[in-house]
């Protein structure tokens, strides 16, 4: 199984962004968070912002879009270059047509689910996207902990994707560290959103040891 490690720039220094992310340069994407204040109760950044990492990051960007209206400002992303663009499923009125779009304009769709959303709706939908990312936190914040009741979830959807022989990446995203990310590969999670523990040790060694717990088997 291949694993991918998206350290998540919401743990980054903001002021010194070109330099925080040569310092995760051994990731295989960076998870770069988008919130409006009105989908989730925060505010990171936007378009510009995201143009400008696109420009200086040395691996590709996971766009996580925490906003309403996905609908209307998702292609935007994909337009700026991001490699994939996830929107949440409760903020997009029409969520197959806007995943085709992402896909036309040439970034790998996703679909976001927060941890009180039934993914049952969306498992037969699953050839329409490239990602599904299971939220193991409310969506809003670094730094919570993670939620082990998501993980029946995560394993539906990994059998679903199984079952109909997809290349679904199966991301996670909230309080994933050494103690947990073996949990949700075990669960069937292949690419994981770590955020402090990355970027508060030496990225490059912490990336390294998160790659080794996810591929271990994990102990009950």
């Given amino acids: 199984m291949t694993t991918r490690i998206n350290p998540s720039i919401l743990a980054a220094d903001f002021a010194n962004f070109e330099s925080e992310l040569q310092r995760i340069a051994t990731a295989d994407l960076v998870h770069v968070d988008i919130?409006?204040?009105?989908?989730?109760?925060?505010?990171?950044?936007?378009?510009?912002?995201?143009e400008r990492l696109q420009q200086v990051s040395p691996v590709p960007l996971d766009v996580h879009l925490m906003i309403d209206d996905a609908d209307r400002w998702a292609p935007g992303y994909a337009e700026a270059g991001a490699f994939s663009v996830t929107f949440h499923a409760e903020a997009a009125a029409e969520p197959v047509a806007l995943a085709r779009r992402l896909r036309e304009i040439g970034a790998r769709a996703g679909i976001a689910l927060k941890p009180g959303t039934d993914v049952e709706p969306y498992l037969e939908?699953?050839?329409?996207?490239?990602?599904?990312?299971?939220?193991?936190?409310?969506?809003g914040f670094g730094g919570q902990s993670f939620m082990n009741e998501t993980m029946p979830k995560l394993r539906r959807t990994a059998d679903a994707v199984e079952r109909a022989g997809l290349d679904v990446w199966l991301q996670v995203d909230g309080g994933i560290s050494l103690d947990t990310i073996g949990i949700a590969a075990e669960a069937g999670a292949n690419t994981f959103v770590a955020g402090s523990a990355v970027f508060r040790g030496e990225p490059a060694e912490q990336i390294a040891l998160l790659r080794e717990a996810a591929s271990r088997p994990h102990a009950h």
């Avoid at 919130?35 to 995201?50: A, R």
């Fill in 125 to 139: 939908l699953l050839p329409e996207f490239d990602q599904v990312l299971i939220m193991t936190v409310e969506p």
């Fill in 35 to 50: 919130m409006d204040n009105h989908f989730v109760p925060n505010l990171t950044f936007g378009l510009p912002m995201v």
